[in-house]
């Protein structure tokens, strides 16, 4: 995977890796961990996602006749 930052967002994520003492991919797994446990706790998300779910459910059930 590929991740394309601007040139400030990537020397402060540097800074913060080195700071840390780690790697920036390190830093990008963290960031993607907090995002994701954010959305599990997002009631706005969790029921967008749920709607996301049952509309592709009935495509794939029409797909599947």
Do not use: C, W, Y
Not at 21 to 49: C, M, N, W, Y
């Amino acid at each position: 995977m590929t991740v394309r930052l601007d040139p400030e967002q990537a020397a402060e994520l540097e800074a913060i890796a080195e700071v840390n003492g780690g790697p920036v991919s390190e830093e990008i797994r963290r960031a993607i961990a907090e995002h994701i446990e954010a959305k599990r706790k997002d009631k706005g998300f969790q029921a967008r996602l749920k709607d996301s779910i049952e509309r592709h459910r009935e495509i794939l059930d029409k797909l599947a006749r």
